[in-house]
Structures are given as C-alpha cells and as structure tokens.
C-alpha cells in the first residue's frame, strides 16, 4: 500500500466519490456533466493544461484514441473552454501531430501560453529519422482556439540536444513559465527534468539546457506562482512502492532554484499508471487537473491509452504549502470548503 498524506486526508475527510452527477447538456456543444469527473464524455483526453484569457479558461489535452490494448495512440490535441468551471464547449481539433512536416506520429503532452499578442503551442511528438526520437515543437495561432501552425520549420528541442537522457522520449512534457517581465522559460523531461530560457520571439533558445534536481522524478513538469513562490508539481515514481506515477512538488524562490522539494499531494489516477498535473487560478480560485482511467465511452473501456480529464479544488495551507488533494467523482461541482 502506498503510504502518502493523500491517502490520510482521503480517509479522513470521508470523500464520497460515488455521487452521481447526471449529463444535464444545455446546448450542442456542452460536453462535461457539470463540473463532476471526469470533464469530457465525448472523448478520451489525457495530460491537461490550462490557460487563462480574460474571463474564460482553455484547457488543452491530447486526444487518446488507443483502441483494444495499444499504449498511446495520439494523433492530435483538442481544446475545451469554460467561464465558470462547470460549462464547457469543446472547439475541436486545435492542430494533428503531423502538422509539423517533421514529425511522424505522437500528439503527447502539450501546453499553450500567450506573449506577443499571439498563442504559443510547445507539444511532443515523434521526429522523423533525420533526429530519432521524441521532441519538442512550437506552433503559433492569433486565437486560443487554434488553428496552430508549425512556427519554426523544425524541431525547437530534439533528443541530440540532451544527450545527458537515459532513453530516446527524455525530451516530452513542455511546459512554459512567463515572468512578469516577459522573459520565458521552457521546462520539460522525461526521467530528467530540463530548463532554458527562451527568447522573446518564443521560438529559440536563449542560452544553455539546464537540469533541475528532483527527487522521484519522472516527467510532467507544471509551474505556478503562489504568493511569490515558484511550485514545480510533476509525476513522481517510488518503484520500490509502486509502479504508478504520483504527484509530488518542490518550491522555489526563482525559476533557477534553489528547488526544495515538499512531497507528494496526489496519489496515483484510478485505472491508468500515468498521471499529469496543471494547476490554475482561475476568477479568484486555484483548481488542480490530472487524468484517470475511469471514462468508458461508446463501449470501450478507459485506461492507460483511453484516459479522461479531471479536476479538483485546490487548497493551500497557511505556509504556502499544498494540501493533500482527493481525487472525487464531484470534482469542482462540489462547493469550495470553507
Ligand atoms: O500522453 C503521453 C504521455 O503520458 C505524457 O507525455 C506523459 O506525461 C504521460 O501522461
């Protein structure tokens, strides 16, 4: 059994996670059952990410499409929106995989952010034989709903450039962090966690690949700021516990560290060993996003290539530190606690 806060908190808070919350769509395009878990029913989504313009939440994801016992079959991302967390329009395929001529195969995880006006896409993908293995593109839209095109020509990040990786995938999960003062940062890995800053044209690097130490990390990297505070949350592994990904996080009085790590806040997704966090604020409220394997859709059966979104409330303590997140069926459609 594992033994992590989240368990604790989840036995003593006496969480039902067996409510029922009925589809209630109000209109074509809405398409989650009103806040409850998972988010969509009209398709497998995995490895979420969100983004705030104005008065509206985007929430990227990559659309599982793994049939019968296939791992991962991705072939595109999808995006969804909400003004109030609880409707949500689905907008459709945002860009496919093999939208960057370069690649081949694979719409792994991906995070969109705004700078210069315009929306920036950085998603893994499988590169074509001239660089093997995963890498890392860019693709740019003037509308957060796409369409997304490839804004460089070739791979931003590709496995040649890290050859410090154990394995050809070590270079997935972007993910983007813009300062106040505009400067960007890229932040991804599998196995490693990597960083570089970026130029201001969110296209080039702008200085060396750097590695931020983490204990049990395996891929997943998310940054938010909190009062000040920079929080790396990424999938972590203890093997000799489990072989299911949990959520663990460090804090930061910079984005270059020093990172102190400060444990684990979520346990594993039901039905699926991999799990990937964003964590938002949105009008006022922190929310935290993962996927589980808990969907069956038109007869199939979720699971690790055929997972659903989800989100929770966040909560911090006093010391900035992250309470232990429950994973419920009410999700957010549940009051925030006092
Ligand atoms: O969706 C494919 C991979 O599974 C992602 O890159 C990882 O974060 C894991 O969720």
Redesign the pocket.
Same mark, same amino acid.
């Given at each position: 059994m594992i033994r992590s806060g989240w368990m604790q908190a989840c036995a003593v808070a006496g969480v039902s996670t067996t409510a029922f919350f009925a589809m209630a769509f109000s209109g074509a395009a809405q398409v989650a059952p009103k806040g409850g878990n998972p988010l969509f029913t009209d398709a497998f989504t !995995? &490895?979420p990410a969100a983004l705030v313009v104005k008065d509206t939440l985007y929430l990227y994801v *990559?659309h &599982?499409q793994a049939t019968g016992d296939e791992m991962?079959t991705?072939r595109e991302w999808l995006v969804y929106s909400t003004e109030d967390m609880k409707t949500w329009q689905a907008h459709g395929p945002i860009m496919k995989a093999t939208d960057f001529k370069w690649a081949v195969r694979d719409s792994? !995880?991906s995070q969109v952010v705004e700078s210069n006006g315009k929306f920036w896409l950085y998603a893994?993908v499988e590169h074509d034989k001239t660089h093997p293995g995963k890498a890392i593109g860019v693709a740019v839209s003037d509308s957060p709903t796409g369409p997304f095109v490839d804004a460089r020509g070739s791979a931003l990040i590709s496995n040649d450039m890290t050859p410090q990786g154990p394995h050809t995938w070590d270079d997935?999960?972007p993910t983007v962090y813009i300062e106040d003062d505009g400067t960007a940062w890229l932040i991804w890995g599998?196995a490693n966690c990597y960083y570089a800053r970026l130029k201001p044209n969110m296209t080039e690097l702008d200085g060396p690949i750097q590695q931020i130490p983490l204990p049990k990390y395996v891929? *997943?990297p998310w940054i938010h700021k909190h009062a000040q505070t920079y929080y790396l949350t990424y !999938?972590s592994m203890d093997k000799a516990v489990s072989n299911d990904e949990l959520i663990s996080y460090a804090t930061a009085p910079s984005i270059t560290g020093p990172w102190t790590y400060r444990g684990e806040i979520s346990g594993p997704a039901e039905n699926s060993f991999?799990? @990937?966090p964003a964590i938002v604020e949105f009008k006022g409220q922190p929310y935290f996003f993962y @996927?589980n394997g808990k969907l069956t859709l038109n007869g199939e059966k979720g699971g690790l290539g055929r997972r659903a979104v989800a989100v929770e409330h966040l909560y911090y303590n006093t010391d900035g530190t992250i309470k232990p997140i429950v994973h419920t069926t009410e999700g957010v459609s549940a009051p925030r606690q006092k």
């Open positions: !995995a &490895d *990559g &599982d991962f991705m792994w !995880a893994a997935i999960d599998n891929e *997943g !999938a991999t799990i @990937h @996927h």
